[in-house]
């Protein structure tokens, strides 16, 4: 999808060439003398419009308009989540097939956050899955103006609207890829055509070099599985060396069966999207490849299948981890933490300015949150922050869980340094309690996002989030400025040369 970014009073946007317009009227719209300007306030006056984000007007061959088909859409107060709401309402408008080329207007004030909003809003409509469709649709809607009273004052919001609706596209399109057309070593591919982007590198390994690192609890989990496992390491470099990285972890499960712990037949296929975490890595990169922030990114993806086999991991069994913990695998469903874990041990080699893992990781987060909020637990006060902040300003909200010592009791095995599982209760604590085990003193959060990442039912697709979250976080950090390091060379996490850049701690 190609956007543009114009300065676009309603008077002008009237003579604009294109296949449909969207008005976007606010609260208090005030009408210039314009043919157009004129006509909204004819049908507020009528109340044949309302104002409230939703509810929309649809007109044909309005005089004066260039455009044969015209929207008039209530865009509330004007913030992003309303003018959010505006576009989803005009959503089957703008997927009708004649509509190649449309033009969206602000009727009013454009605040910077909702022109970004708008944009993502658009993409999001916009955006048709096709890939293991044999009569593909082609995309519809190519070409997108949007129209401000001032595009000078809202074009940095613009820019990165665009760069994470880019980004949330990729995400999405690579959840909703069947297991069997996202496999591991494909999930690999992609991230290497990622890597073809300036300031990118990409390594793969395979199974021998991840035994050879000792990921003993990642292979366990893999070891059911025809597909051979990749890890998957990203980096990004839009900084300079000596800038202590954020890495980011997805869990990269590209088909969870549960293995010999089996899941029920029903809804089962939705567990291709169990890959969801290490999507929005994938989403995460795509957007810095194009917004070329100045920072440091690596990102980790542990990616296999979960199957049940004969050689497969069974309840009981014990595997040795990375960082030396042996844990007793009760349960094979909870193979998420299985595989994070030797990421996050493998994280610490980078010495993360902060460590972020995101995964489709538990049941219990959707009972706990549903599908609005992402589960957020951190160890660190200000990394939090930051990521509830950026979560609102990105419309991809998330919510923060605890983190208390007491939770882990649950996580005692007696034949090992921990079990996999916890009970019923606190399901999403418990795993983030299993994760924490494992990242030392780097400042660490944990995404929870298995209600978040994949809508079901008739919607049932991939939603990219929380690329919108994690991508308005990195450019947060990307403005903060530098503490020049103390001494040249890597700076560490260690205590006196802590990596201030990333966390802004
Ligand atoms: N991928 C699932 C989590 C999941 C389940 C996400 C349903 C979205 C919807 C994860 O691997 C899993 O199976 N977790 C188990 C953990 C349990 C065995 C402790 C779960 O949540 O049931
Ligand atoms: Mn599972
Ligand atoms: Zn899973």
Redo the contacts with the bound molecule.
Sequence with gaps: MNFDLKTLPLSTAAAEKCDLLVVLVPEGFKPASDALSTLVAHALKQADLETKPGKHLSLYQAPAVAARRLVLAGAGNGSPRHVRQALQGCAAALKTPQVKRAAIVFAGAAQPDAVGAAVMALADASYAYTATKSKAEPRMLGRVTVGVPDAAAVREAFVRGTGVAAGVEFAREWANRPANHATPTLLADAAKALAKASNMQCKVHGPAEVARLGMGSFMAVARGSEEPLRFIELHYSGAGKGVAPVVLVG?G?TF?T?GI?I?PAA?MD??K??MGGAASVLGVFKALAELKPAINVVGLIPACE?MPDGRAVKPGDVVTTMNGLTVEVL???????LVLCDALTYAARFKPAALVDI????????VALGGLRSGLFATDEALARQLEQAGDAALDPCWRMPLDDEYADSLKSNFADLG???G?AG??I??AKFLQRFVGDTPWAHLDI??T??KGGAAKGGTGRPVGLLVHYLLDVARTPAVAPKAAGRRTATAGSKPVRAAAR
Aim: charged share 25%; net charge negative; with cysteine.
């Design positions: 869990k499960i969870d549960g712990s899941k809804e939705e567990m999207f169990d979960n349960n094979t469903d909870a193979e998420g933490r995964a489709t990781l538990t049941g219990a987060c959707v996999n599982v916890g019923r399901g999403a418990t795993a298995a209600g990442a994949w």
